[in-house]
């Protein structure tokens, strides 16, 4: 019996982007599946329906997803949803799962098996799926993008008749992936640009993408990273010294990127309405982490606000802005994913809940909630006089 994927529609009105693309289509024929394609899935990302047509889908509807066996999304269901899947489906998406567990017992409730793509392990064989990478040079890029666009001077210096323009000077905070790609941006845009992290290995990215690190140097810098390649929260005392630097710093900058994120913490605050003020005024503030209560103190999720003369840049679901590209990279992620679950022998789905990556990203599975980070507490008893 051939096994079905099916691929939704998101029912999110601010989300563009699409869990396949044309190619992914193909990929996933070539491994045995069906796949059926929720009617305007793809518009928002410029693939029409007649697209995925092409490539091998049945265009459905909803009602298609209660017989599938797979069901890829960008965003984890909503009730409703989760509510019309066949329990044992398989259900990979971007879960969001921090601070949700009552939607991840709605999923174990429904009996489906549920993957969370953003936990997916930093190792060499997980590169492909690397859901958060992806997704994350895009939003680097966009970021300055937006910068740009709210920019009201040039961002190269310009040698005319007339007079020079002097280069923009660009200041990017966190050199992860988005940040080193904001880097990289705003170098081919013209800019001079400075960046900071509080992770060592950072330094020596920074410099060979052109740009100067700026950071306390100190003991606890030099220890600064988890095994994973994420940065640890730092000490009060650590946080306090970076702050002056950052200060001093920032006063003399035209742009500021901020792209601080710990997995299931807060983002951290790095921007001060104090440093704001100590901008030059019409200068331009983009936080990337407004979605996780912000780095930057003022900035409103979903919107560009003035803070002490700051225009401060916070738009949601940065690499949704930019949909076609995002959607044709999260569609590669997932159907690589997919694909190591599919048996080599049999052709059909065969999930090993032994594997790395099945460990690291599964939510629920037989009804409950087995992931180790979500799953609730378990009971005490206590005897009783």
Known sequence: MTETVFVARE???DEGRVSASPDSVKKLKTLGFDVVVEAGAGLLSRVPDAAFESAGARIGTAADAKSADVVLRVRRPVAAETASYKSGAIVIAIMDPYGNEAALAEMASAGLTAFAMELMPRITRAQSMDVLSSQANLAGYQAVIDAAAEFDR?????????????????FVMGAGVAGLQAIATARRLGAVVTATDVRPASKEQVASLGAKFIAVEDDEFKAAETSG???????????????????????????????????GRPAPRLITREMLKAMKPGSIAV?????RGGNIEGAVAGSVVEVEGVKVVGYNNVPGR???????LYAKNLVTFLETMV????????LNIE??????????????????NFAPAPVVATATA
């Open 322 to 328: 930019i949909a076609t590209s995002a959607s044709s």
């Open 11 to 13: 029912s999110n009105p």
């Open 154 to 170: 040039a961002m190269p210096m310009m040698m005319t008749a007339a007079g020079t323009v002097p280069a923009a000077k660009v």
């Open 229 to 263: 390649g994420y940065a640890k929260p730092m000490s009060e005392a650590y946080q306090a010294k970076q702050a002056v630097l950052t200060a001093e710093h920032l006063a003399k900058q035209d742009i500021v990127i901020t792209t601080a994120l710990i997995p």
């Open 343 to 350: 048996s080599k022998e049999t052709g059909m789905l065969a």
């Open 287 to 291: 936080d990337l982490a407004v979605e």
């Open 355 to 372: 594997d790395e990556l099945v460990k690291a990203t599964m939510l629920t599975h037989g009804g409950t909630v087995v992931h180790p």
